[in-house]
């Protein structure tokens, strides 16, 4: 759980009363009680891993890199080609 996650639902907990400890136990029952998540999961509450999310934007970003250097090496290979039959003709 990532500390902004843990700080906000030790204040909420505080506020009802309750220490995290209790919480935890009360969903863990209501889990068990209704055999499933006490509610309905969204892709928004899911957690968000953040290294994750980086790793993911590096290897995008290095995606891109890599095509743009394929790009780049066929256009230079196009271009000797064009210089190569230009030197030919004449």
């Not at 509610?39 to 934007?57: C, G, N, S, Y």
């Amino acid at each position: 759980m990532n500390e902004d996650l843990y700080d906000k639902m030790q204040e909420l907990c505080e506020e009802l009363g309750l220490d995290m400890d209790t919480a935890i136990g009360i969903f863990a029952q209501k889990m068990v009680n209704e055999e499933g998540m006490p509610f309905e999961v969204t892709e928004k509450d899911l957690p968000v891993d953040e290294e994750a999310e980086r790793r993911a934007k590096r290897l995008k970003t290095a995606g891109i890199i890599g095509a743009i250097a394929a790009l780049i090496g066929l256009v230079t290979g196009i271009l000797l080609a064009v210089r190569s039959l230009k030197a030919h003709r004449r």
